[in-house]
């Protein structure tokens, strides 16, 4: 059994006060016996104006929200996930929204670009091209080790397609990271829906940290969920700063995929059939 913690914050653009944030709930979430504390997705800066992000953002080895997680990890002997942190691309044009795990020996051991950007067309308020600032992952799906886990990794819009769940699963992942800033217009109707959807179709444990609450006149959806190969919520939040904990088994992944055994049910469909 092993303890993961999921942090849900309310980043700003204050980076600073950010860390300060992050460092105070990664201390909580260890004190409460937790082994793999996650963070939500651009848990370094939050904006308003996305196309401010090359410029406000640093290069990975530069960023002092990483250095403060790296550090963190170390001190406390946690694996810490850091949900996503937004970075300035080498080019200096945009920012990849990048996910690393970090070994409680303070090493970086997997990072993940998130490879669906957030380009919807949802009417007024709702629009939102993410790909202007953000660069899509360019390296794939991403696993690793962790705490006697298989961490697979993914970022918020990354949750609506189900394929990549599946390959994650299929791989060997027995615990979804899905971090995530979500929109309050779509997070009512299918947040839970999803993170639930994807737990089940792959016999997988869900940990969902994301953004809460306002800034600059944004809101995020909040909401975080720890969620169990069956779909049951074992742990959630509302929409304010705070730490959840839930045990996670990987017995109880095993047992879920042997009652039903959807993975190893998979088959190809190959071209489909218009009847008429």
Known sequence: MTVFAALQLCSTADVAQNNATIEALVRDAARQGAQVVSL????????KDQMAYPRLCLPEAEDTTLALCVSLAAELGIWLHTGSLLVRTEDGTRVWNRAHVISPEGRIIACYDKLHTFDVALGGAGDFIESRAVSPGEKGAVICDAAGHTLGLSICYDLRFAYLFRALATAGAN????????????GPLHWEVLLKARAIETGAYVVAAAQCGMRDGVATFGQSRIISPMGEVLASAGDVPCVILADIVAETVASTRRRLPVLSQT??????TYAS
């Open 40 to 47: 939500p997705e651009a848990a370094n800066i939050l904006l």
């Open 267 to 272: 088959r190809e469909i190959g071209k489909v």
């Open 175 to 186: 615990v979804l990271m899905i971090p995530a800033s979500f929109s309050p217009i779509t």
